[in-house]
């Protein structure tokens, strides 16, 4: 059993930049971001691949937003920039319990986090 526990969000300022964390416990392989804004589905934001050799970034965030890693910790982060009203969201961390490589499927996630709240004010 895999637990993730998202930190990091809060109430930003459009154009502010913000780092969210995502520590986790247990083994995970391919780990990403997603988000869900009120009345949207969730949609994926990045991911990264268990030795942080490779990523892949959504394309409304691209550009934006950077995923890493820290193996040695068992953390990931994704540092925000540019923030705009539109981020406005729960972000959640996820991991699958398996190599499947850099998906952006939420059904190939199999462990989540309980979310992050970030609020970005025009």
């Known amino acids: 059993q895999v637990q993730l526990v998202e930190s990091g969000g809060g109430l930003v300022q459009a154009g502010d930049s913000l780092r969210l964390s995502c520590a986790a416990s247990g083994r995970t392989f391919t780990m990403a971001w997603f988000r869900q804004a009120p009345g949207k589905e969730r949609e994926f934001v990045a991911a990264?691949?268990?030795?942080?050799?490779?990523?892949k970034i959504g394309d409304s965030v691209k550009g934006r937003f950077t995923v890493s890693k820290n193996n040695a910790m068992n953390t990931m982060s994704l540092h925000m920039t540019g923030l705009k009203s539109e981020d406005t969201a729960i972000y959640y961390c996820?991991?699958?319990?398996?190599?499947?490589?850099?998906?952006?499927?939420?059904?190939?996630?199999?462990?989540w986090g309980q979310g992050t709240q970030v609020t970005v004010s025009s």
């Open positions: 990264i691949t268990r030795a942080a050799t490779n990523t």
């Open positions: 996820a991991t699958t319990r398996t190599w499947t490589g850099l998906t952006s499927d939420p059904n190939e996630y199999d462990y």
